[in-house]
């Protein structure tokens, strides 16, 4: 019998403090957010109110100051520092506002480094279906200076790709583009959750890159403060203005 199959990503009573004594600073204060397998979510709220921290110790690139966070069905809190590595190597893939495309790297080298750096030679056929997915086969032999923003951010995506993993972190990822470079990045993403299952945890401070998510978590303050199924960007706007009213 196979196993129920859990969220892709579990955060229960997650707690993180930066700094100490009169330094100190709760981040978070007690998170808890499943993300399921297959689905795109996006996680919102006023700035300072703890989204890139949830993101970092999400993907394991921060561990918490107390709380429990659960990643293709590991604790990771029992990891080592080795196998977390490794972790986030192979099950999980990132994307930034920042597209973070080495420049002297044509567009297939970029894509086929996180295989380099694993100590593995990737395929040439792999990396030009990465870059055939996100629309960009044609631009291989292109640095990042010949390219567009929303195509660095696409060559980006299919370097998040080349390893196959199933969770997809997303900082900001159309906050350095244009609203249709965005939009073309945005249903890239949502076209991998439908087709691949994949699983998509997105930063955003836009109400209409949330509404290509199936859920907007929404944080204040550190902790998540109520969730939206099937958003518009209208209601997104709404709950936003909410949120960052001043109290
Ligand atoms: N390394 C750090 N050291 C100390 N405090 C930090 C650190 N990183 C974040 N913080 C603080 O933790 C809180 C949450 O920060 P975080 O960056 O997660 O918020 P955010 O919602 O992503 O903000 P923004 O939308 O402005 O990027 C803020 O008060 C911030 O100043």
């Known amino acids: 019998m196979?196993?129920?199959?859990?969220?892709?990503?579990?955060?229960?009573?997650?707690?993180?403090v930066y700094g100490t004594g009169s330094a100190e600073v709760a981040a978070l204060r007690s998170v808890d957010a499943d993300f399921g397998r297959g689905t795109f979510t996006a996680v919102m709220g006023?700035?300072?109110?703890?989204?890139?921290?949830l993101l970092q110790i999400a993907a394991g690139l921060d561990?918490?100051?107390?709380?429990?966070?659960?990643?293709?069905?590991?604790?990771?809190?029992?990891?080592?520092?080795?196998?977390?590595?490794?972790?986030?190597?192979?099950?999980?893939?990132f994307v930034f506002q920042a597209?973070?495309?080495?420049?002297?790297?044509?567009?297939e080298l970029n894509v086929g480094l996180p295989l380099r750096l694993a100590g593995r030679?990737?395929?040439?056929?792999?990396?030009?279906?990465?870059?055939?997915?996100?629309?960009?086969?044609?631009?291989?032999?292109?640095?990042?200076?010949?390219?567009?923003?929303?195509?660095?951010?696409r060559v980006a995506i299919a370097r998040a790709l080349i390893a196959r993993p199933e969770v997809v972190f997303a900082d900001e990822p159309t906050g350095a583009l244009d609203s249709a470079s965005g939009r073309q990045v945005l249903?890239?993403?949502?076209?991998?959750?439908?087709?691949?299952?994949?699983?998509?945890?997105?930063?955003?401070?836009?109400?209409?890159?949330?509404?290509?998510?199936?859920?907007?978590?929404?944080?204040?303050?550190?902790?998540?403060t109520g969730e939206l199924t099937e958003p518009t960007a209208e209601a997104v706007a709404a709950r936003m203005t909410r949120l960052e009213a001043p109290s």
């Open 121 to 153: 030679k990737p395929k040439r056929k792999a990396v030009l279906e990465a870059l055939g997915a996100v629309g960009l086969a044609d631009r291989a032999g292109h640095r990042p200076a010949q390219l567009s923003g929303g195509q660095q951010q």
């Open 2 to 16: 196979s196993a129920p199959e859990g969220p892709a990503v579990s955060l229960r009573a997650v707690r993180k």
């Open 187 to 224: 249903g890239i993403l949502r076209d991998l959750v439908d087709r691949e299952r994949l699983t998509v945890i997105m930063v955003t401070h836009d109400p209409l890159a949330a509404s290509f998510s199936d859920r907007v978590v929404f944080l204040a303050d550190g902790q998540v």
């Open 63 to 93: 561990r918490p100051t107390a709380g429990e966070v659960l990643l293709a069905g590991h604790d990771l809190a029992k990891l080592s520092e080795t196998k977390l590595t490794l972790l986030r190597r192979d099950r999980i893939g």
């Open 46 to 53: 006023p700035s300072g109110s703890g989204k890139s921290t």
């Open 99 to 107: 597209f973070n495309l080495l420049p002297s790297l044509t567009a």
